[in-house]
């Protein structure tokens, strides 16, 4: 038998040196049915509020964060609902629905709980916010009440975090903190009568005279508890020198702050717990949408307030730091943007890898949709140095973060995925250094390879 | 592979300071906040001094001691050296004077001076120091080819000159992550950052002084300019 396929004559079709005649007019030309909800809908996006203030001061923080001062705060908070008025209006915000925020600071509850209830009541009528939409706000055991608590849950914040530290009174004394664990304890207890079912505590390891033995000890305290998320953060003290602090007992060796990590790794994925962020730790379910939800599907993040970091319309950029200007500029009607960068095509895939991998993992598929690339060819190279350092496995879905080993390495597998412009700069804390950027243009690159750019396949 | 050379910071070419120092309150000001914060970033050039310390040894100078801090660090260390500092602006001089005057009063064990003089003409004899060494004024020296000279003059032949300054082609990554520490004084940390001179500047310096085999070491955000090759420091 054979079979002898021809080309079929088409009158819209034609092969040069024959002339086409179809005038081309639409592109693509597969037509399936599309309805007015699917060309309407609005598009997910998150929100960050930066609340600079703080009942009292911490020493190792290196966050913009002021004492909380009445007048100022009230000041502030009117500049911050007017932040919230001026990208209300635009018709590129209300193109979205707010599906996840943060609050964060500072210290969000140094607000009162009129404050709290007047801000977010402000921000969730003025936004398109999505119903159950994941709102995270961080507290300390001191600053929440049960009138805060009640004010939170009523305007449909669900998750909140507790910067608690540690368990142990001398540690506390240490690092200048009310030195009752008992109290601490009373907050998360208080919170869960409100109705909180989401809390997650903060916890420090180097901390000056903390051992293995009363880490650990912090550590069964916060799973006792029974809360759902664990996170703990390397302590570092930014005052150099502090007559008060020299005579505290010295921070544990860095070889043990590392084995601190990798210990506390082990016990919370022992406990149930999922790791995310490298030293953030959640019951199932429990993870916060922010950041891992806004990084792996590259959400928008509206920024609120001094400093607040934020990515729109192909810039990420942070708002003016210094809280006078900030409300200057809000209130002469513009919005408070200091500094950031335009996030090319190539920029962009870079940067949902970088972010991407800081929830653990990165999915092929999900990738594909978003940017139309399989980044398991394009960044063929990096991954399989990630997997010979044993940082990460992959197979066909996409690749995942070894724990614990890659948890502690966790931005070094991110810095993996930097382009080469972009390596061994650093993270921003809120400096606006415009003033000693150089004043010369950057020279443009133009490549005559825009397949590779558009690739990023810019490797050495 | 798509890099870039453009720089990010105003950092391309040198811009003296046109008068450093000139506000009495300011200087009062700056002091406070090294006081404060600067104990990191003097642990290493005091370290670098204390390595190259020998038995017998009795005379340290530094040249352009800012606000004494550094001498007085040194020399709480070393009691039974003396100390001399030169210095040629009255308002550094005079802050740098309250500080040793704690430092007696808190019965500090060091032998520090202070002493207004040119720079470009030490006050102290030649071969008559141990080490001479400056931490961050550099970049203030009006006629560096001279002092220069005259650090050599004054350095026992068995001695060692030690000058550390900012380094202006620092990589900017380094820059910019200092710069998101010192906030309100980055305006000052720059601007001294833009005196600063570069590895190839200060070489050409050293030559100009007749002093073409002293080394100029890259370290980090810094230059290291040494009589001889000095051993590394650790962090």
Redesign the interface.
């Known amino acids: 038998m054979s079979i002898t396929t021809t080309t079929t004559s088409m009158p819209f079709w034609k092969e040069y040196p024959e002339r086409d005649s179809e005038w081309v007019r639409q592109y693509p030309t597969k037509h399936v049915p599309v309805n007015e909800e699917e060309v309407f809908t609005r598009k997910p996006m998150g929100v960050y509020v930066h609340i600079p203030f703080c009942n009292r001061l911490c020493f190792s923080c290196?966050y913009i964060k002021h004492q909380t001062d009445r007048d100022l705060t009230r000041t502030y908070l009117d500049a911050l609902k007017t932040e919230i008025t001026n990208y209300a209006e635009r018709p590129y915000i209300q193109d979205h629905v707010i599906t996840l925020g943060y609050i964060g600071g500072g210290t969000p509850t140094a607000l009162t709980a009129p404050q709290l209830d007047d801000l977010l009541g402000h921000m969730f009528s003025s936004f398109n916010v999505e119903e159950g939409a994941d709102f995270s706000i961080e507290t300390t055991p001191v600053d929440i009440s049960e009138r805060k608590a009640t004010v939170l849950l009523e305007r449909g914040i669900r998750r909140i975090s507790l910067g608690v530290q540690t368990f142990v009174p001398e540690e506390l004394k240490n690092i200048g903190r009310p030195n009752d664990p008992e109290m601490l304890k009373e907050s998360i207890r208080l919170l869960r009568r409100c109705g909180f079912e989401n809390i997650n505590i903060d916890l420090m390891h180097g901390i000056n005279g903390q051992t293995m033995e009363s880490w650990e000890h912090s550590l069964d305290v916060a799973i006792d508890l029974g809360v759902t998320c664990i996170s703990f953060y390397t302590y570092m003290e930014?005052?150099?020198?502090s007559t008060k602090r020299r005579k505290l007992p010295p921070v544990p060796e860095k070889a043990v702050v590392d084995d601190m990590f990798l210990f506390a790794a082990e016990k919370l994925s022992k406990a149930g717990f999922l790791g995310y962020y490298g030293d953030c730790f959640a019951k199932p379910g429990h993870q916060p949408k922010y950041g891992e939800t806004s990084w792996s599907e590259d959400i928008p993040i509206i920024p609120l307030g001094p400093t607040a970091t934020g990515h729109l319309r192909d810039h990420w950029y942070f708002n003016e730091?210094d809280i006078g200007r900030y409300i200057q500029t809000v209130m002469e009607g513009r919005l408070p943007i200091s500094m950031g960068k335009h996030i090319t095509k190539s920029e962009s895939i870079r940067r949902s890898m970088v972010l991407g991998v800081k929830a653990g993992r990165v999915n092929r598929e999900r990738f594909r949709r978003i940017h139309g690339v399989d980044f398991m060819e394009m960044f063929r190279a990096e991954i399989d140095d990630l997997i010979e350092k044993e940082l990460i496995t992959a197979d066909e879905n996409g690749i995942e973060v070894t724990g614990p080993k890659g948890w502690y390495y966790l931005d070094n597998i991110s810095k993996a995925f930097y382009?080469?412009?972009f390596r061994?700069?650093?993270q921003?804390?809120?400096?606006d250094?415009s003033?000693?950027?150089?004043?010369?243009?950057?020279?443009l690159?133009l490549?005559t390879r825009p397949k590779d750019?558009e690739a990023g396949c810019?490797?050495? | 592979m798509t890099t870039t050379e453009a720089r990010l910071l105003n950092l391309t070419e040198r811009v003296p300071q046109a008068s450093p120092h000139d506000d009495i309150d300011k200087v009062r000001f700056y002091d406070l906040g090294m006081r404060r914060s600067a104990l990191m970033a003097y642990k290493r050039p005091s370290d670098r001094i204390m390595a190259n310390v020998r038995d017998g040894m009795t005379d340290l100078v530094e040249v352009g001691f800012n606000t004494g801090l550094l001498s007085l660090h040194v020399a709480g260390k070393l009691p039974d050296l003396a100390v001399s500092g030169v210095e040629e602006n009255q308002n550094l001089v005079d802050v740098a004077e309250d500080n040793l005057t704690l430092a007696v009063w808190a019965n500090s064990a060091g032998d520090v001076e202070f002493e207004m003089a040119k720079l470009n003409r030490l006050p102290f004899p030649d071969d008559s120091a141990d080490i001479v060494f400056s931490f961050s004024s550099l970049h203030r020296w009006r006629r560096p080819v001279e002092t220069l000279k005259e650090c050599a003059r004054i350095c026992k032949p068995d001695g060692v000159v030690i000058i550390e300054d900012m380094n202006r082609h620092a990589e900017e990554g380094h820059i910019t992550f200092i710069l998101q520490f010192v906030k309100e004084g980055g305006d000052e940390f720059m601007r001294s950052l833009q005196a600063a001179y570069t590895r190839d500047e200060a070489a050409e310096l050293l030559k100009e002084a007749g002093l073409a085999d002293w080394q100029v070491v890259e370290e980090d955000l810094g230059l290291v300019i040494s009589s001889r090759p000095l051993e590394p420091v650790s962090t």
């Open positions: 290196p930014f005052a150099q020198i730091p382009s080469p412009e061994r700069y650093p921003h804390l809120g400096a250094i003033n000693f950027i150089s004043s010369r243009p950057i020279p690159q490549t750019e810019d490797h050495h």
